[in-house]
């Protein structure tokens, strides 16, 4: 999929910082290698040396120096590498998207660590908002996403829900105003973007079933809508998750 369209004018001109791009240099370079490049401290100067958690049901977590070292230094922008490839593996456990296994032509799916959902949200409506846009969400919403989405100047429009999530059909008839080929057309005010908490939503509680879910992807695939999906509430859930083979 081209993301490109989707991406504001303010975030099409943004361009690695070198700072950046000589840290993920370092971290590829030996363990010898002295850098005088970026403001990398002298871990032998850290303060922790070890460090032990104890769990609920009575066992530790041994944090030794190298891995003390990796946590207090400086890392990439989208976190400590080793920690990227688990979650991904954790994402294709758990979810299996089929994007995990696309080129990075095609859209591969890639991971950054952010301090929170709300944090990871704001950067992407950063990155995708632009003044004037029109942006569809559930007619109930987590009031700190308003909070993170008015500022921008965009024209949230609200979408009617039932005890299942968005109602496909409102959906459709709140997109009723538009053509799906408006997509294609950069200077139409058709909206790009739908914000959506499938699992657990916060105010109403609702929860997607998997064929709402098919359906709203449908329609979005019709419009070339992107879906912001706001997953913090998956794993609580009454009923064990499955874990796909």
Not at 133 to 145: E, Q
Request: glycine residues 6%; neutral net charge.
């Amino acid at each position: 999929m081209n993301y490109s369209r989707f991406i504001n004018i303010v975030s099409a001109a943004r361009r690695p910082s070198p700072i950046r791009v000589l840290t993920d240099l370092y971290q590829r370079s030996p363990p010898s290698m002295i850098s005088l490049a970026g403001g990398v401290p002298n871990p032998s100067l850290f303060p922790y040396e070890t460090t032990t958690i104890s769990l609920k049901d009575g066992s530790k977590l041994d944090f030794g120096w190298n891995i003390m070292q990796q946590a207090l230094q400086y890392s990439s922008s989208a976190g400590v590498p080793e920690l990227l490839n688990w979650l991904k593996e954790f994402q294709i456990k758990i979810h299996n998207p089929p994007t995990a296994r696309y080129s990075p032509e095609k859209g591969q799916m890639d991971i950054c660590v952010t301090t929170g959902s709300q944090d990871g949200l704001a950067k992407v409506f950063d990155m995708v908002i632009s003044p004037g846009d029109n942006i569809l969400l559930d007619v109930h919403c987590y009031s700190g996403i308003l909070s993170a989405m008015k500022p921008l100047g965009c024209n949230l429009i609200g979408v009617p829900i039932d005890k299942y999530g968005i109602i496909p059909k409102a959906l459709k008839d709140v997109l009723s105003e538009w053509k799906p080929e408006d997509a294609k057309n950069p200077k139409s005010n058709i909206p790009k973007v739908l914000y959506t908490v499938p699992n657990g939503n916060n105010p109403t509680g609702t929860s997607m079933t998997t064929q709402r879910k098919e359906e709203i992807y449908q329609i979005a695939h019709d419009y070339d809508l992107l879906i912001i999906e706001d997953d913090p509430y998956y794993f609580l859930q009454f009923e064990k998750f499955m874990v796909l083979q």
